[in-house]
């Protein structure tokens, strides 16, 4: 690794339930091209983890790389449970509690003016990092905007450009959702009058590889501020409610694709990691694909 100039101005986070040969490519790849703007690598490790996971292994894949290591006290999951209205508001008090949200631990921390997010399932293949601090301005975050295909607003009202100035009534997204019944968003009851309409219900700042700019967001964002974390997860998914506190605070995002800097979930080619946690034989078709990738950045490794 070449040595820094300048004092990095970007700390990443990476969240991690199994995978630690995705895990290690994930963080070589990113320091490769990007290991300039970058101080240090928080890597959360989950409390639980999948049968057979080796932690003594994924330490030996991270020596080099300027990496804390933390397990938080509790395991959340996908499952978002008792996180909710006025007895989440109450535990968000315990650091214990905040501690084991995904990204909360670096996200209080960090002294960096940005924190980049990362899933553990990225390959990267130019300076993204580098490309989202040329891009985002004066804004809050940035990276891809919105779950759009799983929204009826798509292409013909609204996409990731366009989310700030398409405000539709509830009544309005009660229409729209009529003719997709089975959507997330209405069978987790999401979707009726007495809703938020904007932003609409799949609408976020898509946190496997997202720049946060970090004197604007910190202040508003729980324990400083009264927006909930960025990891906290609603029905359908992480970041939802805190990009929807940020918006309805005036805190605007930007939408910039990171398809020409990165892959996510490239040893499948899918765009989705979650397949393998649930088939072994995929899950070690593919940490074996990301074991040889790994052996062009490192061969201690």
């Known amino acids: 690794m070449s040595s820094k100039t300048n004092s990095p101005l970007v ?6 339930y199994g995978k630690p040969y995705q895990t290690a490519v994930s963080l070589w790849s990113l320091m490769k091209f990007s290991e300039k703007h970058i101080g240090k690598i928080y890597v959360i490790l989950e409390k639980k983890q999948p049968e057979g996971f080796d932690e003594i292994l994924l330490r030996k894949l991270l020596v080099g790389l ?5 397990t938080p006290p509790f395991f959340f999951g996908w499952w978002e449970g008792r996180r909710k209205g006025l007895v989440n508001q109450i535990l968000l ?21 940005f924190l980049f997010l990362m899933h553990n399932d990225m390959l990267i293949f130019d300076d993204l990092i580098g490309h989202y601090l040329s891009k985002i301005g004066p804004h809050a975050g940035i990276g891809q905007i919105g779950q759009c295909w799983n929204c009826p607003a798509f292409g013909t009202h609204c996409d990731g450009d366009r989310y700030w100035d398409y405000r539709p009534t509830p009544q309005e997204v009660v229409d729209l959702y009529e003719s997709r019944p089975e959507g997330r968003a209405k069978v987790h009851g999401l979707v009726g009058i007495d809703q938020i309409s904007w932003p609409m219900p799949e609408c976020r700042l898509n946190e496997h590889a997202a720049l946060i700019q970090m004197s604007v967001v910190k202040p508003a964002t729980s324990p400083i ?11 359908i998914d992480i970041g939802i409610q805190w990009f929807q506190g940020m918006s309805l605070a005036g805190y605007r ?13 490239w040893t499948n080619g899918t765009d989705c990691g979650h397949a ?20 062009k950045y490192t061969k201690t490794n």
């Open 253 to 265: 995002m930007v939408n910039e694709s990171y398809e020409s800097f990165a892959k996510h979930a």
């Open 11 to 16: 700390d990443v986070i990476v969240n991690v």
């Open 225 to 235: 501020g009264s927006i909930l974390p960025i990891g906290i997860k609603n029905s």
């Open 93 to 113: 008090w315990f650091k214990s509690y905040r501690n084991s949200i995904r990204y909360q631990y670096a996200w209080e921390k960090s002294k960096a003016p």
């Open 66 to 70: 300027p990496v804390e290591i933390y």
């Open 276 to 295: 393998s946690l649930f088939d072994q034989d995929q899950y070690a078709r593919e940490e074996e694909i990301a074991k040889q990738e790994l052996t």
